[in-house]
């Protein structure tokens, strides 16, 4: 489309709103009614990235090398959707895509019927199909969100093996620096810094040090985060940040900057004052 590959989705436009509530941003589901040959539907992430708006007409060439001209009909959020990209009524689809397979089919239950009546009934239905996987609504977003998880499963592990080489760094900073600082501690402890205040002032550096590291990790994850969402949006993906999840690795990193000052905390309290 106008230069770039992008996913396109071909649905049936007149009953496609009646099983799948659409999130508008721009638009209608009578926008998907009169979608035709010549229109199209489009997530709002890709829109901004592509600078479309309502009326925009794209060239589109697909694997069948035949180019038409598509206007965008409307705009729609995309989070945990069936469509993806580009989405287009399966008569425009069928004129540049020879895929005649269809990917989802979406059905509703008939009035009077409750919910786990209707799967059970379409799973009876294509019993002999043993490649469809039937799933409701629920399910279908918990499976799109779930493909991810092993790559979050990934980063916690790897953050937490960083976590525990930064908790050995700052003990083996922090024992040199009560080593170095042996004098300016006997004699802080000549002039009445008693055991706790001394376990104190080590485990206070131990924590800054351990919060200028979370603050300083923080900031430069969520500039590349921002830069994996970017390069993916048209994949679907979208930058979000998640607060609490921060504020908690931030507290974690505090919790760890304690731990981390234990022994050379213990260490420092215990010079004998004279011999420092």
Known sequence: ADGSQHGITGIEPHTFPDVWKIRWIHGSDDSVRALGTGGF???????KSLHLHLGSAVQVQGVTGRRESLV??????????PLNGFAVSTAAFDRISTNRNADIVLARTAPGVSGQAGVDRVEHAVTSFPTVDVQTSTQYTSSQQSQLDPVIYLIYALLSMSVIVSMFGIVNTLVLSVFERTREIGLLRAIGLTRRQTRRMVRYESVITALIGAVL????GLFFGWVMAEGLRTQGVAFSVPVGQLATFVVLAGVAGVLAAILPARRAARLDVLDA
């Open 41 to 47: 539907i489009i997530d709002q992430d890709l829109a």
């Open 217 to 220: 990790g923080t900031g430069v």
């Open 72 to 81: 965008l009909r409307g705009i729609y959020d995309g989070h945990n959707s």
